[in-house]
């Protein structure tokens, strides 16, 4: 793609150079889930020997699948030509070590699927706000008649998501498709050749120092992803960003990309975003917060980046769709309300920071539901934003001692998120919110963050009768 400053328009040149002729015999996996399957799958429809690496009882693999238990002897007496590993296993996992030291190919799944793909790959990461970005953008360049598959890292949305594996094999796809992809740090790990025509980084902020040990390892694995943009790609930079994580961007950019930025293609002055000639009433937009008007502007500059110009149709029906927008799941989800007092489910929140970037968004009392494991992050950022708010908080799961002593021990503690909640809705009143924004990650009390809002949901609706 080629950016012309005189028009402002973007020439689509889409440079999809073939990697099918991806010469291996024998393919290891390690891992047996969703986009294991998938691989699995696509891998032997090309008559590839595959062999998954798991301990657990496979489900739904192909006849024809061969498995062993993880072990490096293993791995090795399968002579994989190459692995690919599930987002589960850190780099710090003694496996990955192993298989590092022995120079064996490691990929993830967006690896794998990317050699096979010939269509447009829009790839959006970041800490916060990627889910939110990522399913606008599908649902978006859907509404104005674009097809396009909701793809990657992204769960829990409510909207029709899958591996970038599985997309690809409906097989269906025609040659306009575009492939709208979230990449999380942990598949990032393991590209090589994996391509991107337009990138997006959301945010960066601490997160997941359970995995890496410190966050600037953090940041570059996020990084990589500037690295896969193709030649004359493009990359959208918002001008958010922290003053470092923007220069860093920059400065890992290279000078065939194109930069775009949010800010100029969608900007927004006096109340409304401009875009392509045409504005929009900011106060329209329902739930409108800072950070979705970023979202927002993210997307349309996705959309700006795609196409050469828009009909006055296709921008009113670009506007239609961001306000009829129905937000994703287990995200600032309204559950209902009992007695005036409204109940949020809000488990997508997985670190502090996005405790503050989500809540913000409420002007009346909330009581928040924090709690789960940290993965070494500090809550301490809360304190004072917990102040200005004038904030309950109500702390349950695994670590809830750590976080209450971050929080300066000024709230109440408890077992579990069911406890935690029935105290809430003892305290709230007509008028307030109860959210469940945990700010950390589910596992213990929970298989994941959508298992925790699903439950949390149903909570809700056994105890208020909803």
Known sequence: MIYHPSSGMISVKMNHSTLSEYPIKNLGIIGAGESARSVAKHATSMGVNVTVFDDSTLVDFPSSVSQKKISIENIQ???????????????????VKEIRSKNIPLHSEIEYASRYIHQPIISITGTNGKTTT????WYLFNSIKTPALLCGNIRGSGYPEQPLTHALLQGNNSSD????????????????KFKSDIAYITNLKPDHLDRYPDFNTYKQTKYKLLSSIKKEGVFILHQHHDQQVYQEIKEHLRQDISILSPDEIA???NGQMLFHGFSLPIDSIPAVSDHFLQNIQAALTIIHAYYKQFTSQQVNTLFSAIKSFPGVEHRMEIIGSKNGVRMINNSMCTNPEAIISSCSSIHTKQHLLIGGLTKGLDF????SFLDNIHASVYIFGKDRYLISEMLQDRYPVFLSMKEAFHSALTSACPGENIILSPGCSSFGEFKDFVDRGKKFKELVKQSCNL
């Open 177 to 192: 498709t575009l492939f709208v992809t979230e990449v999380s740090s942990a598949q990032l790990e393991h590209i090589s």
């Open 77 to 95: 007496g399968s002579n994989p030509d190459d692995i690919i590993i599930s987002p589960w296993f850190g780099p710090a996992h003694p496996i």
């Open 380 to 383: 301490t950022i809360l304190n």
């Open 134 to 137: 990522t399913a606008l953008t």
């Open 267 to 269: 900007p927004i002055i």
